[in-house]
């Protein structure tokens, strides 16, 4: 079955930088468009980040462009985001997650459409916490 695990989060002091993974298997990964979002108590789940299949087209929402850069290798069925400059606000717990099919139509479509919850998706993993504080 489809597996998401996310790894590679925990404290940093403002400034500072985090690299996350999540590994896939259960999927043709190389054919799926891939996501990070995060969760917050006060916000709720919010988009982060998206990259097309290829690896090719990375999107970032406003707040993370410029300090987050999102990559793949399909070789190694990993997903990564890079985190840099890290901000109070970016406490959140990072999840990775996949659209319900492969292909360009559904991936593009989900690109930071309104969410509700992490069933929007269709695999997600089980989150990794990211704590920036001084």
């Known amino acids: 079955q489809v597996q998401l695990v996310e790894s590679g989060g925990g404290s940093v002091q403002p400034g500072g930088s985090l690299r996350l993974s999540c590994a896939a298997s259960?999927?043709?990964?190389?054919?799926?468009?891939l996501y990070w979002v995060r969760h917050t108590p006060g916000k709720g789940l919010e988009w982060v980040s998206a990259?097309?299949?290829?690896?090719?087209?990375?999107y970032y929402v406003d707040s993370v462009k410029g300090r987050f850069t999102i990559s793949r290798d399909n070789d190694a069925n990993t997903l990564y985001l890079r985190m840099n400059s890290l901000r109070a606000e970016d406490t959140a717990v990072y999840y990775c997650?996949?659209?319900?099919?492969?292909?360009?139509?559904?991936?593009?479509?989900?690109?930071?459409?309104?969410?509700?919850?992490?069933?929007?998706?269709?695999?997600w993993g089980q989150g990794t916490q990211v704590t920036v504080s001084s």
């Open positions: 997650a996949a659209p319900h099919t492969g292909g360009n139509s559904e991936g593009a479509r989900m690109v930071f459409e309104p969410l509700r919850s992490l069933s929007d998706f269709g695999s």
């Open positions: 259960g999927f043709t990964f190389s054919a799926y468009w």
């Open positions: 990259i097309d299949a290829d690896g090719r087209s990375p």
